[in-house]
């Protein structure tokens, strides 16, 4: 069944969803820790929210209940570094010159590797699913800025935040 008359060309808009979905997977695969964290990414154009389904043993101290201090920077970090890598792709996915399957299987893309990172924990993490959104505040060639802020129920109310600083990996272009 192919959803359209044989010889049919595919529609150009979703061509350009399922290459930009593709991609995205291949980045957030690259990274183990996003799998054992249970870390998704909502992708709305260019803009990715990172979404991290609450699970009981992600629970640190189980008195408040909190979600642990390390999960929370973990995904913090990962937030920023996916936000990096996908910035770095954004103009080879619309071009088409970024093949998804290179991606997956080759090393055509590194990712960013952490210099520091200093997070603020504004309150406890309750047990529910959590969301960060990550904003690049310099990028260059060799190092680049990034703030995050993680939130639950209410987005002005953010639980934990991070400033991180990251030696971006050369590119194959320059």
């Known amino acids: 069944m192919s959803g359209g008359p044989k010889g049919a060309r595919p ?23 996003i799998r054992f964290l249970g870390v998704r990414f909502d992708r709305r154009g260019d803009e990715l929210t990172a979404v991290l389904p609450f ?15 390390g999960v929370t920077a973990g995904f913090l970090e990962t937030a920023a570094i996916i936000e990096l890598g996908w910035s770095q792709l954004w103009a080879d996915i619309e071009s088409g010159a970024v093949d998804a399957d290179a991606l997956k299987d080759g090393p055509a893309l590194r990712l960013p590797k952490v210099i520091d990172m200093t997070v603020d924990y504004l309150r406890s993490g ?9 904003r690049i505040t310099r990028a260059g060639r060799r190092y680049a800025s990034v703030q995050v802020e993680a939130w639950q129920d209410n987005r002005d109310r953010p639980f934990a935040e991070a400033m991180g600083h990251f030696l971006m990996p050369p590119r194959a272009d320059g």
Do not use: T
């Not at 969803?17 to 695969?29: S, T, W």
């Not at 629970?59 to 408040?64: D, E, F, T």
């Open 126 to 134: 309750l047990p529910r699913d959590a969301y960060a959104r990550a």
């Open 11 to 33: 529609d150009p808009v979703q061509v350009i969803k399922q290459r930009r979905d593709a991609a995205l997977e291949a980045l957030v695969g690259r990274v183990p820790y």
């Open 55 to 69: 699970r009981d043993d992600l629970i640190g101290n189980p008195m408040l209940p909190a979600i642990h201090g």
